[in-house]
């Protein structure tokens, strides 16, 4: 009677390892196979160590799909893998190949013996799994063992810890009578201060009654001088009601005499005040139209408010420094800033605040700046505070009629400065000033 063979495990029926390394031989050749379906010519492109991760299922599935079909993909497979891999042309691999890679070998290549190949390989796989599982039972043992030891030890020491803690208690007890016998000698004294105190504020009070009678007689005496003194104040009013008398007499010969000189001179009346002219003069000046834009957005138009008298500068520091010098440290940007802002501060001038966020600046050293020239002031944002915050409330505390220049490339921060009634200085124009 013949006995009818085995059927062919399918890849999901195989072993994690053996199914593994199937996936991975696979995936090696599949960009030269022939033919490929679908769903596997779009893992064919991916590089070769993401193949087997990113396709493992889906080279599986189309395996087990026709393992045993005439030129399936099994076949084609098998096929590429001889060509290029010459481990794998002959039938047997050799006798140091892991029983997972004889086994895919097995399966996928199907040499004559490729039955027998594959059941000796997945028994060693098995035997393997037997022997590495008594191997964890043992070392599992040999922990348990140790834990069981750690505990007795702790118990001992436990113990001993309990026993020093007795000990303490009977120490902390006697000391606590020492404290009560010393707390009622405390007591004692403090009764004695108590009657020493008593007698001291009797002494007091003797005291106080002999100073309130002096009291009274330096108030009897106060009295005395407030009327003396009073007897005098009327006296030098007096005397200041004669000096008025004498200076309103010599005010009105003045202005009698000027109304004459007026009168002789035939002077006109005064019209108008010099702070009327001044005002006349501003207010034939035409406003700015409403929703114009205030950028500044040349290099000349810069130039020309810088000129102007008592112009101001704030500047972002970093949104300039970010653009400028994005390469350097920030310490180092803030020294190049600096450096560059020396030659148009002197040429024209301008009251110049540069603010940096403090946030971008770790440590104390952040409040100071190496190498600022004279006439620019450096602010950092306080913690909770960004820079945009501190150049809004600078620009918000200028009269208004101030030429304010605020450089940022911050929208919200330009269209805020803009209704305060500074200009917006875009930062490409301040770099080419600085150039």
């Not at 029983?99 to 796989?125: K, M, Y």
């Not at 020491?157 to 007795?166: I, M, Y």
Request: include cysteine; glycine fraction near 6%; charged fraction near 25%.
């Amino acid at each position: 009677m013949t006995t009818a063979p085995a059927p062919v495990p399918s890849v999901a029926e195989l072993p994690e390892p053996v199914r593994t390394r199937l996936v991975a031989l696979c995936a090696e050749v599949l960009p030269q196979v022939p033919d490929l379906p679908a769903a596997l010519r779009r893992i064919a492109a991916f590089a070769p160590a993401r193949r087997a991760k990113a396709g493992g299922t889906a080279i599986a599935t189309a395996l087990d799909a026709d393992p045993d079909a005439e030129g399936g993909l099994r076949e084609r497979l098998a096929v590429q893998l001889r060509s290029t891999q010459p481990r794998y042309a002959a039938d047997r691999l050799p006798s140091g190949a892991e029983a997972a890679e004889i086994a895919a070998f097995a399966w996928l290549l199907r040499p004559e013996t490729w039955v027998e190949q594959l059941e000796e390989a997945l028994q060693g796989l098995q035997q393997t799994r037997s022997g590495v599982a008594e191997q964890d039972v043992a070392r599992l043992q040999r922990r348990v063992d140790q834990l069981e030891q750690e505990l007795r030890e702790a118990r001992e020491r436990r113990r001993t810890d309990l026993e020093g803690v007795k000990q303490e208690n009977a120490l902390l007890r006697r000391r606590l009578g020492e404290a009560r016998s010393g707390g009622r000698e405390a007591l004692a004294e403090a009764e004695e201060g108590l009657a020493a105190a008593r007698t001291a504020r009797a002494e007091a009070e003797a005291t106080a009654a002999s100073q309130a009678r002096e009291l009274r007689q330096l108030r009897g005496r106060v009295t005395q001088l407030e009327a003396e003194a009073g007897d005098e104040r009327r006296a030098a009013r007096g005397e200041r009601e004669v000096a008025t008398q004498r200076s309103r007499l010599l005010l009105e010969t003045i202005i009698d005499a000027a109304s004459g000189l007026r009168r002789e001179l035939a002077l006109p009346q005064v019209s108008g005040t010099p702070g009327e002219n001044v005002e006349a003069t501003y207010a034939e000046v035409p406003s700015e139209p409403a929703g114009r834009s205030r950028t500044v957005a040349s290099l000349g138009e810069l130039e020309g408010y810088l000129a102007m008298p008592r112009a101001r500068l704030v500047i972002d520091g970093y949104n300039v420094t970010k653009q400028a010098w994005p390469a350097s440290p920030l310490e180092a940007q803030r020294i190049r800033l600096m450096q560059a802002l020396a030659p148009l501060v002197a040429r024209t001038g301008a009251e110049t605040t540069v603010v940096f966020d403090a946030a971008a600046v770790p440590g104390a050293a952040a409040r100071h700046v190496a190498g600022a020239p004279r006439g620019v002031r450096v602010v950092f944002s306080p913690a909770g505070v960004i820079a945009d915050d501190v150049i809004r409330e600078l620009v918000a505390a200028e009269p208004a009629g101030r030429v304010v220049l605020v450089v940022s490339d911050d929208q919200a921060v330009a269209r805020d400065i803009a209704l305060s009634g500074g200009r917006p200085v875009p930062t490409p124009v301040l770099l080419q000033a600085l150039r």
